[in-house]
């Protein structure tokens, strides 16, 4: 079974990067899209993009331009960065797998990882 | 963006009940709806797909119906382990939209 598993800094400064990686284990990167969803205090959840293992690329308008999905598959990992960060991208952070059903479903999640946005 | 909106967003239940919770999309979403089951600290588990679509291995208890713009996800008789949040998503755009989601607690 596909187990993937978030890991990063849990504190990051304002106007900083904030970076993230996703392990995928139980199954290989390839074949498959991979997303970042997060879920700020109190609030729903958001999607922010997805990767397929190609390298091509979709982001939420409204992240765009501070968003860099990335994908390694030597190691089985994607990657999430955002920039210029500010107290509401403090959030708790899920990296997912998507597979192809019709249209582009997500069957996998990790458990999510927690990053708060503070000096 | 396609807004979801779920409700209840708590819902009181007892061992052996059957539940229902609906999710509201704002535009027609056809059939391209996913139900998920989450626990405190855990992953969220995909239960449904397609609206009615069970994952394999999820106990068949759980159902989900609807079209258009309502749907719904039933557990038939809950048990223990049912006792979770859940939530639905919209995956009709690849900017995927999520409801607020339902705790359901025990009563």
């Known amino acids: 079974q596909v187990q993937l598993q978030e890991s990063g800094p849990g504190l990051v400064k304002p106007s900083e990067t904030l970076s993230l990686t996703c392990t995928v284990s139980?199954?290989?990167?390839?074949?498959?899209?991979w997303s970042w969803i997060r879920q700020p205090p109190g609030k729903g959840l958001e999607y922010i993009g997805y990767?397929?293992?190609?390298?091509?690329?979709n982001y939420n308008p409204s992240l765009k331009s501070r968003l860099t999905i990335s994908v390694d598959m030597s190691k089985n990992q994607f990657s999430l960065k955002v920039s210029s960060v500010t107290a509401a991208d403090t959030a708790v952070y899920y990296c997912?797998?998507?597979?192809?059903?019709?249209?582009?479903?997500?069957?996998?999640w990790g458990q999510g990882t927690r990053v708060t946005v503070s000096s | 963006d396609i807004q979801m909106t779920q409700s209840p967003s708590t819902l009181s239940a007892s061992v052996g009940d059957r539940v229902t919770i609906t999710c509201r999309a704002s535009?027609?979403?056809?059939?391209?709806l996913a139900w998920y089951q989450q626990k405190p600290g855990k992953a969220p588990k995909l239960l449904i797909y397609?609206?009615?679509t069970l994952e394999t291995g999820v106990p068949s208890r759980f159902s989900g119906s609807g079209s258009g713009t309502e749907f719904t996800l039933t557990i038939s008789s809950l048990q223990p382990d049912d006792f979770a949040t859940y939530f639905c998503?919209?995956?009709?755009?690849?900017?995927?939209?999520f409801g607020q989601g339902t705790k359901l607690e025990i009563k």
């Open positions: 397609k609206a009615s």
């Open positions: 997912a797998r998507s597979r192809a059903a019709g249209n582009l479903l997500l069957d996998f």
């Open positions: 998503q919209q995956y009709e755009s690849y900017l995927y939209t």
């Open positions: 990767i397929y293992y190609t390298g091509s690329s």
């Open positions: 535009q027609s979403i056809t059939n391209w």
């Open positions: 139980g199954g290989s990167i390839s074949s498959y899209y």
